[in-house]
């Protein structure tokens, strides 16, 4: 029941074509005028876009930055308050059960 089932490789069904080979042939090279050689080009840069910061951007930006910093804070520190709370629930509801327990074995 849980061995898996493996599918086997079906064998092909229809005609099946021989291969065919590839025989190479001879290249003919056709006379052409002689040509001077052409003078090789100097490698050049990748023409990149450049990025200029305007003093408005570099504000935006740190404002930007500071704002994601406040939000990911807050949700941060109201995670560690609400685990703060369930430990203190869960704490005070284990004193209350205690003390309950106690009344009890004192009233036999």
Known sequence: MFK???PTMPQPAGLIAPPTVVEPTAMVQQEHAP???MPL???TAAARPTVQLTPGA????????????LVIGAVLVSMLLAVA??????????????????SADQHR
Request: net charge positive.
């Open 58 to 69: 570099v504000v935006a930006l740190v404002g930007g930055g500071a704002a994601v910093v």
């Open 35 to 37: 040509q001077s050689p």
């Open 41 to 43: 080009a100097a490698p």
């Open 4 to 6: 898996p089932k493996v």
């Open 85 to 102: 709370i369930t430990g203190a629930s869960v704490a005070i509801c284990a004193l209350v059960i205690r003390s309950l327990i106690a």
